[in-house]
């Protein structure tokens, strides 16, 4: 028995199946005490595999995506916020919009969890074997204007417009100068109905033109593809940064020493 496992596991390993031949003295054992018919052995070695497979396939994903946490929709408190639709991110996280090439704008003040809805819908996407790419404005404006003055721009531009989901973070927390503009406009213009894009900003769609310098116009032009095909997030509510310093009692400290 021990010979004919370790020929399926090589012949696993020519197929290119490495999961099937970790899976299998498991699955093996297993079937014998349940005795199992040969079809049982095969789709519980095949389904196994299959998992293994995912759960790798997922990990990698995950570490490319460059996350700066992992926090899930599990992980969120939707009772601190009741402005959020718990359902409507639940069914955000089926990726059906992904396959749409809809985007999700969350909007609101900092602290509010922007940033960990849009991890998590990052997460999701991942799990759904979707290539994810996770950045904040600041960081893909100065990456694309550096590659534009070292002559890799287009090279350096496809690995913010080739992946199926773009998640910009903090659109909006530093004003952007002319040339930063078009270079955040480009990426949005490139992926316009051709890939998904959760982005999280601090600002209402009314101060956009305060972002962009007063230039009223590409922050227009920039709105129109970002909202044409959207799901608009406005999370209203208490900070969760100041909610764990007034629950340490860090805040009202810190207002004593104003005062005093």
């Known amino acids: 028995m ?32 349940r005795s199992w018919s040969f079809t049982e052995f095969a789709e519980a070695l095949l389904a196994r595999s299959a998992e293994a497979a995912d759960r790798r396939a997922e990990a990698t994903l995950q570490r490319l995506a460059g996350f700066p946490y992992r ?5 969120f408190d939707f009772g601190f916020q009741p402005s959020i639709s718990e359902k409507q991110l ?9 396959e749409r ?8 003040p900092p602290g509010v969890g922007k940033t960990h809805l849009a991890v998590a ?31 890799t721009y287009s090279r350096r531009l496809l690995s ?15 004003p952007l100068d002319a040339s930063e503009a078009s270079l955040l406009f480009e990426v949005v213009s490139r992926r316009y109905e051709r890939g998904s894009i959760v ?18 116009v590409i922050a227009t032009a920039m709105l ?22 007034k629950r340490a009692g860090l805040l009202k400290a810190k207002e004593a020493r104003t005062k005093s």
């Open 2 to 33: 021990n010979l004919a496992l370790e020929r399926i596991a090589l012949h696993a390993e020519r197929l290119r199946l490495p999961d099937l031949a970790a899976e299998l003295p498991g699955i093996a054992e297993e079937a014998a005490k």
């Open 71 to 75: 926090k899930s929709l599990d992980d």
């Open 90 to 98: 639940r069914e955000l996280a089926s990726c059906a919009y992904l």
């Open 101 to 108: 090439r809809e985007n999700v704008l969350l909007l609101g």
């Open 121 to 151: 819908l990052g997460l999701e996407a991942c799990r759904h074997r979707h290539r994810v790419r996770f950045t904040t404005a600041a960081r893909m404006i100065a990456s694309l204007a550096e590659a534009r003055l070292a002559d």
């Open 160 to 174: 913010f417009t080739r992946p199926s989901l773009l998640i910009i973070d903090e659109v909006g927390f530093l």
């Open 199 to 216: 982005l999280t900003s601090n600002k209402s769609f009314a101060e956009w033109a305060e972002v962009f310098s007063g230039d009223s």
């Open 224 to 245: 129109d593809r970002l909202l044409h095909h959207s799901h608009v997030i406005s999370v209203r509510g208490e900070s969760y940064r100041l909610r764990d310093k």
